[in-house]
């Protein structure tokens, strides 16, 4: 076992436990626990969006998607930089005027209807377990590499450690782990970057001529077609990454943790350009693992091609950096999955028990216990999930999470700002077609189901043609909200003026 690996991990874990305590020491009202009492700065927030955002898919599933299949594994890199641009021009400001604690606050402000929220909390949970396997999988490779662990072990770790920080720190600590561990990363990045350059004499045409050579691909290795082999599978992920940035929860809940939407605004502006340089270097961590670890080596430690970036650190700089990059990777998960608990935990205790079984009555010590204990059940489903996906790759699970956000949140998130008939029935169509259509294709396409042993969960032909079903699932969304909509003899067009109002100007009546 690695000592200075181990050293590194236990800085990086007592770094995170202090800032959960004196966390837990400020956290006093469910206000406090669900957005930090909306006291962060838009700087803060948005280094914070983007520790959130710069997930395991990123560090490590996109430097391995890279390495393994060149020009396709880029796509992720440049779907995920552009959804911030739908998110600032579209959702940003609204969300934040119109919403308090949660997605479904934000959509209730049009809608006064518990099944409207008890929807939106079912989209929320979803996602968030999605989205947290992700990471969890990602967290059971790293930990497996490094101390010789069994995997079940690795996962039970994180997930646990992931439980502490929400259940005493709640969006305070979140948020500053969160900071911590995008500072960190970032400074990763650029070390790796500048190393590879360096190993390239900082010449950019010598580094895209050598990985040509290097991978058994060839000279294909630069050309698109590798991965996605259809132009409509490729169309069908990206409309995944770039819209469903903008249905995340654990996104959406960090515009709730500033005062107004100018400062929601500038986090956003923080955020992209902090999440545009950190993909631009995913490109040279990519090559650099293609070339300096080799394909091989990156499959043998683990099929996902999740380990690229620790194994190039390790190639290019000795145990220390390898230490260091491993510690930051740990870091990343562990503020992510903080994240996504406290999505899920927050649909659960304030939506749900909150808002409909308690129909608004609920003390603020009743709503703590409630987030606390949906917390733990939120992880405890997360880690039994997490074990069965060891040898997915984690940019492609995100994906999936991407793609439901896309097809079941967007949809109504858009109607409700901008469309004056939208109502209840549509609001509910919209996200139970883009949620269930989402998950239904995914369980019948490539993604679960193939011919060759191995290359999916189960040994099949599968049903529906795409590994990711955005490009039918997102339009199913829509088409739901229409449909919902003007089948249905409910107006709201007095409401809508409000929402309008309120959206656009933050004012409310006092």
Partial sequence: MNMTVVVLFLLIVIITLVITYYAA??????????????????????????????????????????????????????????????????????????????????????????????????????????????????????????????????????????????????????????IVKAVLLMAGMIIISFLVLLKFNFNLGEMF????????????YLKPGLKYKEGLGTISLMIALVFGTSGLPHILMRFFTVKDAKTA?????????????????TLFLGFGAA????????????????????????????????????????????????????????AFAHDLYGQIFKKGKASDKEQMMAARYAALAVSVLAIILALFAQNLNVAFLVSLAFCIAASANLPVILYTVYWKKFNTAGAITAMLSGLLSALILVSVSPSVFSPVEGAALFVGEPIFPLANPALVSVPLGFLGGYLGTILSKETNAKRYAEVKVKANTGYRET
Wanted: glycine share 12%; no cysteine; charged share 10%.
């Fill in 25 to 178: 020491k400020r956290t006093q009202t469910t206000g406090d626990f669900y957005t930090a009492g909306g006291g962060l700065t838009g700087f803060q927030n948005g280094i914070a969006i983007a520790g959130d955002y710069l997930s395991a898919a990123s560090f490590l599933g996109i430097a391995g998607a890279i390495a393994l299949f060149g020009f396709d594994g880029f796509f992720y890199s440049i779907g995920f930089l552009i959804a911030y641009l739908v998110v600032l021009f579209l959702v940003a400001e609204p969300l934040r005027n119109l919403g308090k604690y949660t997605l479904a606050d934000m959509i209730n402000s049009r809608f006064d209807a518990k099944k409207v929220r008890g929807t939106a909390a079912l989209s929320t949970i979803t996602i968030s377990i999605f989205y947290m396997i992700a990471q969890l999988v990602g967290a059971g490779a790293l930990i497996q590499l490094l101390f010789g662990l069994d995997y079940w072990l690795a996962v039970l770790i994180v997930g646990v450690m992931m439980t502490i920080y929400v259940l005493f720190g709640g969006m305070i600590a979140t948020s500053w782990v969160q």
């Fill in 209 to 220: 001529s050598e990985v040509k050579t290097v991978t058994s691909h060839g000279a294909d």
């Fill in 265 to 281: 605004r500038s986090s956003v502006i923080t955020a992209t350009w902090t999440i545009g340089i950190f993909y631009i270097l």
């Fill in 291 to 346: 070339a300096f670890v080799g394909e091989k080596n990156i499959l043998a430690a683990n099929p996902g091609g999740n380990m690229a970036a620790p194994l190039l650190a390790e190639a290019l700089g000795g145990e220390i950096l390898f230490a260091f990059i491993s510690a930051v990777a740990f870091a990343t998960i562990l503020a992510v999955v903080a994240g996504l608990v406290l999505s899920g935990a927050s």
